[in-house]
């Protein structure tokens, strides 16, 4: 069985009191989520804050990160490494994330790297694919986002371990939401692009989640899916009510 994973992504909310304020809330809460591998992806200036939190309580919530450069060092101002997040205790970081996509430019190769440069450090990359709106209205989503993640994967044999995450742009911040079931058809296919890449004992065992406008009142359809092993979160994740009663579902 794969253990269920829930990500907040943060994305850029939260100043770094707020950030601070919402870990120890978390941290207090921490019997919510007792059974479920929980992350949290702050902004890059609130990571340390986060990380003090949860360290001092010993919370089992781990730190996760929204980015990161494929570079170790040198002259590329305003990026961040793997080594540099692992140094923060960093266990998870989404790449590929449609935001970065459209707003940095962030192609499937830089994603590739990216993971590399992740794996390296023992950070596990979650590796985002999604289509827009007018491939979801021309029925080509799966084929879309297996081709992505298809690019994606190429050159990671070895890797220890992969999370996937399909997180439709059409459903993203929209209050739009995709069917369970057709949220469910997408990561099987994407679990099948896993297994030809890396063979069916891998497949088994690669987390694949779901994102876009998850909430409290429609985690637990997505949940029944065969293929859907947790929950990418968003805006739901800024608050600790919400964070917690979508716990509970897993």
């Not at 679990?191 to 994102?211: I, M, N, P, Q, S």
């Amino acid at each position: 069985m794969r253990q269920k994973l829930l990500m907040g992504n943060w994305k850029m909310n939260k100043s770094y009191s707020q950030a601070v304020d919402i870990a120890q809330q978390l941290s207090y809460r921490a019997s919510d989520f007792s059974g479920v591998e929980t992350v949290v992806c702050p902004p890059f200036t609130s990571l340390k804050g986060v990380q003090n939190v949860f360290s001092f309580d010993n919370t089992p919530i781990k730190l996760g990160a929204q980015d990161v450069f494929w570079e170790e060092n040198g002259a590329y101002t305003g990026f961040i490494s793997a080594e540099m997040l692992k140094d923060l205790s960093v266990s998870y970081c989404i790449i590929g994330h449609s935001e970065r996509r459209q707003n940095a430019g962030d192609t499937d190769e830089d994603i590739q790297k990216k993971a590399q440069a992740l794996l390296k450090y023992g950070i596990t990359p979650v590796i985002c694919v999604g289509e827009p709106p007018v491939v979801h209205e021309a029925r080509n989503s799966s084929d879309f986002v297996i081709e992505q993640l298809a690019r994606a994967l190429s050159g990671l044999e070895g890797a220890k371990d992969l999370v996937i995450a399909y997180e439709p742009i059409w459903a993203i911040g929209s209050g739009n939401v995709a069917a369970p079931e057709f949220a469910g058809e997408v990561c099987h296919a994407l679990r099948v692009v896993v297994e030809k890449a890396f063979g069916k004992g891998f497949a088994d065992k690669t987390r694949v989640l779901y994102g876009g406008s998850v909430m409290a009142e429609n985690a637990g359809a997505y949940l029944m899916q065969d293929d859907i092993d947790g929950l990418l979160v968003g805006s739901a994740s800024l608050d600790e009510n919400s964070f917690s009663a979508i716990a509970k579902q897993m």
